[in-house]
């Protein structure tokens, strides 16, 4: 993946089309060794484009410019319904030759517009879940997940989620340390799985979330051990119920799901950074054999460990 094209439209959402820059025009960095992409933003109409935020963006480049594009990437914009048509044109033809395509926030309405979402799964901000799967009743609407991606065809919640998913994108196609390495630049974590809830109903104090962390990290460092509500109860000094809970509460899932999440996540990077046999990956990472990391990781990743370390193993 080497070209990048952001697609604007008139009133862009200011912190979407941020996000998507912040990953994506990052200059290279030595110490980083960054890969560097030829990015470029377009609009149907080159000139000035007006925001809701007080400010406006002078955009110089028309679609022509995205019609190579390996990434094509959405902003979503205040006014989410009504693409241009040659916005959906563009977007056909992207998909036609197989570019990744990633619609963040509202900008899957322009998906629905292009005709993509037929069979498709996808998400949106959970405002406009409803709103989605009514005008467009042959996509699989998820509104209970941070990201999602759909054969070539990445989607994503509102806000921050921009970031998960392009962070996603970039493990995907240079693997966990590139991704890692662009997390730590932009001070945001490495990885949230898609699967975790973008809306929690219950608001979270500060001080409960602040409390919940160090038993995050200390179940990081600790995958290999036994994990049982119990235990992880004990380090929080709540019962088993109230523990469950809480955590659910605080961060849209239970226990065992984000520590599965965890062990996958851990064994993708030795999977990639090791050549260590698959069960010696198993025990490290918690999942006890390899015919359980098998199992866990092919329903999570859709390949086995083994086909992964092919694809993603980094070289020596």
């Given at each position: 993946?080497?070209k ?69 990437c ?47 799964r996808?998400?949106?901000?959970w ?6 799967a ?44 590139v ?16 699967g ?13 979330s602040e ?6 990290a ?50 993708q ?8 046999p ?12 390899a ?26």
């Open positions: 993946m080497q990048v094209a952001v697609v604007v439209q008139e009133q862009p959402e200011p912190f979407g089309l941020g996000a998507l820059c912040e990953v994506w025009s990052e200059p290279y960095h030595p110490e980083d060794d960054n890969p560097v992409f030829d990015f470029r933003v377009v609009t149907p109409r080159p000139g000035r484009l007006r925001t809701r935020a007080g400010f406006d963006l002078v955009v110089d480049l028309g679609l022509e410019a995205a019609a190579d594009a390996d990434l094509l959405l902003a979503p914009k205040s006014h989410h319904r009504g693409s241009d048509p040659a916005v959906s044109e563009l977007l056909r033809d992207a998909h036609e030759r197989g570019a990744l395509i990633f619609a963040h926030c509202s900008a899957t309405f322009m998906l629905g517009e292009a005709g993509l979402l037929d069979g498709r996808c998400t949106t901000h405002r406009y879940a409803a709103e989605l009514e005008a467009y009743p042959g996509a699989v609407v998820d509104r209970d997940v941070l990201y999602v991606q759909d054969g070539n065809v990445v989607t994503g919640a509102g806000s921050a989620a921009a970031l998960d998913a392009a962070l996603h994108v970039m493990r995907q196609q240079f693997g966990a340390k991704a890692a390495t662009t997390a730590r630049r932009m001070v945001v974590p490495p990885h949230r799985d898609g975790q809830a973008q809306f929690i109903e219950r608001p979270v104090p500060v001080c409960e409390a919940l962390a160090p038993l995050l200390w179940i990081s460092a600790h995958l290999a051990e036994e994990l049982d509500v119990e235990t992880l109860a004990r380090q929080m000094h709540m019962s088993a119920r109230t523990f469950a809970r809480r955590f659910k509460e605080e961060t849209g899932t239970t226990p065992y799901s984000w520590i599965l999440g965890e062990r996958v996540r851990a064994a990077e030795l999977l990639e950074q090791t050549d260590h698959i069960d010696w990956v198993a025990s490290e990472v918690g999942f006890g054999n015919a359980t990391l098998r199992h866990h990781f092919g329903r999570s990743r859709g390949v086995s460990p083994q086909e992964y370390r092919r694809s993603f193993k980094t070289p020596a």
